[in-house]
């Protein structure tokens, strides 16, 4: 069984500043850890993955996130937000045989 | 080209209507997947899908089934439709057997019931 906890619900912002999205999951395997974001009236899309190796994985627009095991955490942080970034951001865990599970989603809002 | 597309983007429709929302992509990937997200942005999958087997999620209420004339194609159709049907349904995919599971998702499709 796997599980995902997004830890905040709505996480509010000033631009240029830094952000952090906190995820936790539980898994009985090994896994591969997801975060998605979701623009306003828009599907959802793949901002960065874990597979394996490096703990540090960088996605696109500056994002990046660090898969810590004995924490069971995949946070996601961006050094210095813009007003773009308003979004809702989902982390999962899935991968392999396994349909993926999707935390309830953070709600970043940046103002400015 | 799109890579994975659903129609329509908006439906609005009479409680007790029945109704069809599809979904195609041309990724080539094996399985496709239907999810419903509710006003407070909360992720609930309804189906997974792929040419060997069908996973329903069994929260889901039989008024919903899918149906996949070929493996591009998952077209979702909802009978009596209820209030509380409305919401935003999203279809997606991803490439089974050694994929990563790495989700493409469609644009989605707002569905309102009266």
């Known amino acids: 069984a796997q599980s995902v906890t997004q830890l905040d619900s709505q996480v509010p912002v000033f631009e240029e500043a830094p952000v952090e999205l906190r995820c936790n999951y539980s898994?009985?395997?090994?896994?591969?850890l997801f975060w998605y974001v979701q623009y306003p009236n828009q599907g959802l899309q793949l901002l960065l993955k874990?597979?394996?190796?490096?703990?540090l994985v960088k996605g696109i627009n500056g994002f990046e996130a660090e898969f810590n095991k004995s924490q069971t955490s995949f946070h996601l942080r961006k050094p210095s937000v813009h007003i773009s970034d308003t979004a809702e951001y989902f982390c999962a865990v899935g991968g392999g045989s396994y349909i993926p599970t999707f935390g309830r989603g953070t709600s970043l809002i940046v103002h400015p | 080209d799109t890579a994975v597309s659903q129609t329509p983007k908006y439906l609005v429709t009479q409680m007790g209507n029945d109704k069809s929302i599809k979904c195609e992509q041309n990724l080539g990937h094996d399985t496709m997947y239907w999810y419903k997200q509710d006003s407070k942005k909360f992720l609930k999958i309804m189906f997974s899908?792929?040419?060997?087997?069908?996973?329903i999620n069994e929260t889901v209420p039989n008024r919903f089934s899918p149906k996949s004339p070929d493996k591009a194609h998952l077209n979702l159709h909802i009978n009596s439709l209820e209030l509380g049907d409305s919401a935003v349904y999203f279809c997606?995919?991803?490439?089974?057997?050694?994929?990563?599971?790495?989700?493409?998702f469609g644009p989605g499709t707002r569905l309102l019931v009266l």
């Open positions: 898994s009985s395997v090994s896994v591969y």
């Open positions: 997606a995919s991803s490439q089974d057997g050694g994929g990563d599971g790495t989700q493409y």
């Open positions: 874990y597979l394996s190796g490096s703990t």
């Open positions: 899908y792929n040419n060997k087997e069908l996973i």
